[in-house]
């Protein structure tokens, strides 16, 4: 499996040329708030994939690039870029024979994706939502020229408080970060929050209109203006009704504003001024 896709050779097929809607990657955090934003796009006529979990993660995309081992080898851009294309053939036109003589573990997946984009009449495009393919941005804006990528991110200290660590123990070294290094988890888990910003920082200076910040707090509290803002950036005009539709299930989390019951000690100076910086609020 690993010699077909990551072995010497040319890069994937090119991408596929249609006039659909732009190929939409939804980003971020876990716990974020992707799950909501891909909702309304999926309700707006996004194909996003056969094979979903409840969070409406894509499990093939998770099953391709969720490897911290395959990563730590420092794959190279062409290794990269033959799992983007053979993700793209999947979600296209389903599991088929070459997809799996390419990575055989996709025959589980091969009944519920169906025959993926191609088997979706009425979709108006394709989209992918699995928080951990921020890690890809760059080959999958270098993949798909016409491709937006939305980063969903949300008050930093809520996602301090978050359950959902998943990130920080897969990709805390990517970032050069120690864990076990901080006081408590959760300034830990801050921490990771800033360095992915940072990151986030360079990479809309590099790729000036390609990737989309959205506030989850501020799209929660006013999804509908926040959702056409999104839909007008990829070139679509959906009207009032269907808007209301698409983000009739978006509410506002309780765990918004959680930081404001917690012991803000367990971070540093540094780590509360930087979040005031970047605009979001640490004084409850």
Known sequence: ?????????PLGYPPFVTSEAPILFIGGLGGSGTRAVAGTM????YYAGGCLNGANDNLIFTELFKRPDWIRGSPTPQAIDRRLALFEQVMREGVGAMSMLRWPALRRF????????????????????EPNCHLFVEPILERWPDALFVYVTRHPLDMAYSDNKGQLGNWS???DLDPDGFAAPEAAQLEYW???QRRLDGLLARHEGRIYPLNFDAFAADPVPH???LAGR???????AALAAATREVIVPSTVGRWRERDLSVFTLEQLEFCRRTGWPVDP
């Open 1 to 9: 499996m690993v010699t077909a896709i990551d072995g010497p050779g």
């Open 42 to 45: 999926m309700a707006l006529g």
């Open 110 to 129: 091969r009944r519920q994706q169906g025959r993926g984009l191609v088997g979706t009449p009425g979709a108006i495009g394709w989209m992918t939502k």
């Open 173 to 175: 070294w990517l970032f």
């Open 194 to 196: 800033i360095r992915t």
């Open 227 to 229: 959702v056409a803002a």
């Open 234 to 240: 990829l070139g679509l005009a959906p009207d009032p």
